[in-house]
């Protein structure tokens, strides 16, 4: 049972998150074959094996004697576990031939609402040119819910994150747009660090003291150099809305 409240979803997930991955829709008819094979197979795979417990059979058992009345309903999960297998090489072949030939998917096949469909298919690698600012759970269909009280999202225009490695900063009560926050660049320090450790407990196991101390000292200085703020780590900036390139 834990195949198929596993494997389902995720290829379920699959199905709808190709398009913004790839920018290409997976064929829906070799899609409904796809499900179908797979849940006949899933289904007579697994209800028989529900029955031949309640026969006394035993978990886990890979050979029996006959004369037990179990050889035709472990059969027919043979055939649904083999017919599962088909289905999933139909969901592979699926995969493989809508990266070559799948219809373009545009920005929103599926006309959700949420943020991440308002972006192209595939996404840049920056996602959004600007921060939007949100006003409702479901953005993308404002318009139609008519949800006016919590105001409209703004999706066009907001903070310009692009000048390396940033983050927005908000207040703390309201969450409106405050900072802007430089973070740290790369560094070798980390994996150093983490060299001196595995030093460190060598060095405790063969009672080396002083190496010991060495280590420590270390991983002190590669901690300060990487914990060491390059620049200015909060910028306030007044005026944090950019319009976003059509």
């Known amino acids: 049972m834990l195949l198929g409240i596993n494997v389902f979803p995720v290829i379920g997930g699959i199905y709808y998150w190709f398009p913004k991955m790839t920018g290409r829709l997976m064929d829906e008819r070799l899609g409904r074959w796809n499900f179908w094979v797979m849940f006949i197979g899933f289904n007579l795979a697994f209800f028989p094996m529900h029955v031949i417990g309640l026969l006394g059979m035993p978990r ?87 949800e006016e009280d919590a105001g ?32 740290p660049e790369d560094s070798c320090a980390p994996i150093v ?12 196991l063969i009672h080396s003291w002083w190496l010991c101390v060495v280590s420590v000292l270390g991983i002190f200085v590669c901690l300060v150099i990487w914990l060491w703020p390059q620049v200015n780590l909060a910028q306030t900036v007044k005026n944090l809305n950019h319009e976003s390139a059509p």
């Open 60 to 146: 886990r058992v890979y050979t029996y004697p006959s004369g037990y009345g179990w050889d035709t309903l472990n059969l027919a999960s043979s055939i649904g576990a083999f017919l599962f297998a088909i289905g999933v090489l139909l969901f592979l072949i699926n995969v493989l031939r809508s990266l070559r030939q799948g219809e373009k998917a545009g920005p929103n096949p599926w006309d959700a609402s949420t943020l991440e469909w308002s972006t192209p298919s595939p996404p840049q690698p920056y996602n959004f040119a600007v921060i939007p600012t949100l006003a409702s759970r479901h953005p993308l269909w404002e318009d139609r819910l008519g």
């Open 152 to 183: 409209r999202s703004i999706l066009d225009r907001g903070p310009l994150l692009d000048h390396g490695r940033e983050t927005l900063g908000t207040t703390a009560l309201d969450g409106e747009p405050d900072v802007i926050l430089k973070m």
């Open 193 to 204: 660090m983490a060299l001196l450790l595995t030093a460190l407990c060598y060095c405790a």
